[in-house]
């Protein structure tokens, strides 16, 4: 939302919604949980949900534009628990599908997979193997092709 300077001055919390002033005097709004797969188009229901539940909050927003809308993807696996570690194919370490929680995870993820790549020791990353999903197609798409040669390829067009 385009808002006047001061309106919000610091992040709040409501039910279904939380806003968060911006140095550029936009106010964020966010955020919606919606299994849409890869559509990153804002719906209206979504868009609805999290003007009603902002408004509820504070009704001084409701003479406000609508400045800008956006909507990501959340990687997630189907246990609802992050891929880290060593993948099956030597020289291949993930970490994803952390969903809604890649931002906050992300010191203890990266500590984590710069000890793999360092060779240090680390806490037990067992139950976050990659490997779990191993033979499961992620949801929604075609099974890809899981071979030594195609990853080799595709890091030598990426070097």
Same mark, same amino acid.
């Given at each position: 939302l385009a808002m006047p300077r001061g309106l919000v001055c610091h992040v709040m919390w409501a039910p279904g919604a939380y806003l968060v002033p911006r140095d550029d005097g936009r106010l964020l709004v966010g955020a919606t949980v919606e299994d849409a797969?890869?559509?990153?188009?804002?719906?209206?229901?979504?868009l609805g949900t999290l003007l009603d539940a902002a408004l509820s909050a504070l009704p001084a927003l409701g003479n406000l534009a609508v400045a800008e809308t956006w @909507?990501? !993807?959340? *990687?997630?696996? *189907?246990?609802?628990? *992050?891929?880290?570690g060593e993948s099956s194919l030597s020289g291949y370490v993930v970490?994803?599908?952390?969903?809604?929680?890649? !931002?906050?995870l992300a010191p203890v993820t990266a500590q984590a997979i710069a000890d793999i790549l360092e060779g240090r020791s680390r806490p037990d990353l067992a139950?976050? $193997?990659p490997q779990r999903a191993e033979g499961? *197609?992620?949801a929604g798409l075609p099974r890809a092709a899981e071979s030594e040669?195609?990853? @080799? @390829?595709i890091a030598k067009? $990426? @070097?």
């Open positions: 797969g890869f559509d990153v188009r804002v719906t209206a229901r979504g @909507a990501g !993807i959340r *990687p997630g696996t *189907p246990d609802g628990l *992050p891929y880290l970490a994803t599908g952390h969903y809604r929680n890649g !931002i906050l139950p976050f $193997s499961r *197609p992620a040669e195609t990853y @080799a @390829a067009e $990426s @070097a």
